[in-house]
């Protein structure tokens, strides 16, 4: 067994820069735009005590499963299946297929809230937001595939490829770090600053009442507490090989329970900050059109692109507040992307032993390619929609239902899983941690099932065949013939010995950690 490592292998040099990345991989668009939305329609205030039990059972339990996947391995999503064993390596692949899948799309909305950063100064939507996004800016054509390009779309979206691609080249610490320590801090900045603007307004106090009344009956309803187990899923970047990969840039000795505590609360607290603010604005929206604030609730692209232009059009000093609004948008949005993008750059830089830059420039040009051919064009919107809804509840639910089943069940790592984080971590797990992680798969096993049987008998927004059989089934089957082939190619020789070392140093730390006292 070779005890070489590998001198290219890039580090957080502190587990800071290791939580500030990970906190903008975590904070994204869904914080802003589909946490208060899904808040309200879930029993308001009563939603919390669900979103908090997701939080604490599923959401950090998954976050330390994850860690211990990619700091165990210090590799990739792939490297890090194939460490516990060869045939769980597609699993890997199939996490960062869908990570690919996610960059592709994501990619386009920040675009989107690039431009109307602008748009907001002059509030260029006139009276007919709606009109605006869907016709004026997207020029949405009629549902189907075409390359017919709209310029105001593609200029902001190359921008935007420029920009992420510039910041992966300089590297994890000088890159990925240095950006989140930056961009972070001003993201909080900035959307307090909106938060303390939009309490103040007339009418905010409504919007707040409609987030927070609780209605506790709600909570007999399943379906309330499948929302928060899937809001939590889906806003801490779980399940998509991201946490794996920024998990195996951290130092040998990383106190990793910690940090997956600062990641899992500091994200939830950016959501419900987010609550308060983006209701408070709407509790205004209602007010100036005398309706109730439910006539005017939504979530997603209608909130963002839609919503908030018409209420930046309403209120005082409009052009500003829309200008901080999607500001927040953007640099949430891009932290998020860099991380996205990422995960593959990694795991083709190990799988064919190329270096840093030209895996960026492959893969995250690759990639860059597709969402500039696909994204921009008047069926763009058709192929995002189909592309976010089919990755988020099959692929990401689906590969982590594999990495549950396989892994914990099949495999039983969990033991080994649990003694790698108990030996560089100061708050231990054991077997309660276990029980959640099973309980964990179940909850998402019936989230996927009821999923693919609802595409498969309703279809998804009534969207034509050729739609949803391209970005929505044929993209999940992409993904898992990909899988398949690339977990047959050969790793390179320098790739496995650096494999076991890892397997060597995570078998002395398993030893030498005594679990008697753990959870």
Known sequence: MSTKSSPQREVFVSRSAFIFAAIGSAIGLGNIWRFPYVTYDNGGGAFIIPYLVALLTAGIPLLFFYYAMGHRARGSAPLAFRMTHRAAEPIGWFATGVAIIIGIYYAAIIGWAGSFMFFSLGESWGDDAEGFFFTDYLQMGDPGISFDFVPGVLI????VWVVVLGILLLGVQNGIAAFSKIFIPLLIVLFLALVIRSLFLPGAVDGLNA???PDFAALGDPGVWIAAYGQIFFSLSIGFGIMITYASYLKKKTNLTGAGLVVGFSNSAFEILAGIGIFAALGFMATAQGVAVGDVATDGIGLAFVGF???ISEMPGGAIFGFVFFACLVFAGLTSLISIVQVPIQALREKFGVGNKASTIW???????????LMPTITGLYALDTMDAFANNIGIVGSAILAIVVVCWMLRMMPKLSGHLNAVSSFKLGITWMILISITGLVLLYMLISQIINYATNGYEDYPALITGT??????ALLVVAAIILSVVKWPKKTLEDMDVAIADSVANEKAEDNKGAL
Do not use: H
Request: no cysteine.
């Open 471 to 476: 970005y929505g089934w044929g993209m999940i």
């Open 156 to 159: 902001p979206l190359i921008i």
């Open 211 to 213: 987030l927070f009344t």
């Open 309 to 311: 232009p018409t209420l």
């Open 363 to 373: 893969v995250g040009g690759g990639m860059a390619v597709i969402s500039l051919l």
